[in-house]
């Protein structure tokens, strides 16, 4: 099955780079191109797309308005939005990863790394690199914690398990490393994760890390304790 790619970027060039490397993928098309985060809402409504290629400083509506757009219509529960940033400690992408954004990549990405975050992202797999992803958030979540928010209800429903692995995901762990640490197969860790975004009525697993650092699940200065601690 091919994945349908959307091209959001102001730069003509840049969006032609992606398109050549995309199209020589043979499960990978571009479906779309847009010239700024408008066009792109408009273009997940009119064409199949699977996931945004999505810059974030875009004229008429930034990048981040239009993920966050995208991320709230349930018309476009499928759509992945994948930012693309310049600078890698760019803490606007920070804020797409809250406005729903499944993971970032810079604009220097390999091709071959750009394909697989494609791949990745399309999979339902969010973080394309949990632990840059996680680093990124640690240095930025203090400067965007409104520290008037209040703990989120709905973590009352995840279970003591599910949120042992939740802080797990946020500190970078993947399935494998998490079913490794407890002693469990890696289909249960992605059960619970599952479950655990239903109830936290997160997209994936990228919402997850942002929802455990808000809510004081963990802080960016905490060290990922040793096994069976």
Known sequence: ???????????????????????????????????????????????????????????????????????ADERLAG??????????????????????????????????ELVNAIRVVAAGEALLSPKATRGLVSRFIHQIRSPAVRRLPALDLVTEREMEIMVLVAHGLSNDDIAQRLHVSPLTVKTHVNRTMIKLNARDRAQLVVIAYQNDLLRPTDVLPEPGR
């Open 79 to 112: 759509v992945r939005v994948l930012v693309l940033t310049t600078f890698d400690n760019d803490d606007n992408v920070v804020l797409a990863l809250q406005a729903g954004a499944s993971g970032f990549l810079g604009k220097n990405v390999a091709p071959a």
């Open 1 to 71: 099955m091919t994945i349908r790619v959307l091209l959001a970027d102001d730069q003509a060039l840049i969006r032609a780079g992606f398109k050549m490397i995309i199209d020589a993928d043979p499960g990978l098309a571009v479906a779309g191109e847009a010239e700024d985060g408008r066009e792109a809402v408009d273009l997940c409504h009119t064409a199949r797309i699977d996931v945004v290629l999505m810059d974030i400083r875009m004229p008429h509506m930034d990048g981040i308005e239009a993920t966050r757009r995208i991320a």
